[in-house]
C-alpha cells in the first residue's frame, strides 16, 4: 500500500512541477540563432522552471509567426515593416514592441586565400548587380566572382540590398542559401567566392575590410570600429513582441538586456547595445 502511496505522490508532484513550467517560443532570424540559443542555455541554466525554444528560418519567417501568434518573441536581424505592422494591428490591436537587443557588423566574407583585402560599399555593389564579374578587376586573381547570398526571407538579405545595394536587384548568377552558416561553409571551400553575413558566423574564411567610399579607410567589422561607427555596415538586431511583455516574458527580455545578456552578446561574437 506504501509503495502505491509513494507512485502516487511521485506522479503528482511530477506533474505539479510540469504544470509550473513555462514555455517561451522565439523564432526568426538565422543571423541571430546561435545569440539566441546561447542566451536560452544560460537562462534556462538559472530558471529551470522556464523553457526556452528556439528555432531560426529567417527575420520574415519570425515577423509572420509572430503576426499567426505561433511565437512569443521574433529575432529579426531588419526592422519589422509598416506593412507588417498593420498586419499586427488588424489580428491583436497592437503595432507590437521593438527591441533592439545587439548591434551586429554585417561582415563581407571571402576565402582566406583571396588577395583582396580591402572593398568599397560602391565596389560591393558593382559585384553583386553584377557590373563587376571578375576579381582580376579588384586586384584579385584572374577568376569569375561566385557570389552567395542570404534567401530573400533574411533580414540580412533585405538590409544588404538596401544599404548596399541601394534597392537594386541581386545579379541572376547570386546563389541564395538557407542560412549564413551555409555561406560560410560555401565561402571556405571556394577560392572565388564572395558572401556576407553577421560577423558572429567569422570561421574558417577571412573577413574584408569595407570602405564607405573610395577616399575613406577601410575597416573590419571589430567592437571598437562598430561602436565607433567607423564600419558602413552595421545594425541592429531585434526582438519583437505583440505586445509589450509581461511576467516571465518580461523577465527573459529584462535578463537577455542586462550584464549577463550582454555578456553572451559579446561571447557569441556581437556587440552590445549598451
Known sequence: MRYFFYLFLTAFFTLLAQAQTETITVKGSDTMVILAQRWAELYMSKFPNVTVQVTGGGSGTGISALINGTTDICNSSRPIKQSEREKLKQRFSSLGVEIKSAKDGLAVYVHESNPVRE???????AIYTGKTINWKELGGPDARIILYSRENNSGTYVYFKDNVLEGDDFAAATMNMPGTAAVVNAISKDKFGIGYGGAAYGKGIRFVKVRKDENSPGYEPTVENVKAGNYPISRYLYLYTR????????????????????????????????
Request: net charge positive.
Open 119 to 125: 572593398l568599397s560599399i560602391q565596389q560591393l555593389k
Open 243 to 274: 505586445s509589450r511583455p509581461t511576467g516571465t516574458l518580461k523577465h527573459f527580455i529584462d535578463w537577455a538586456l542586462g550584464s549577463e545578456g550582454q555578456e553572451v552578446v559579446l561571447k557569441v561574437g556581437y556587440f552590445p547595445v549598451r
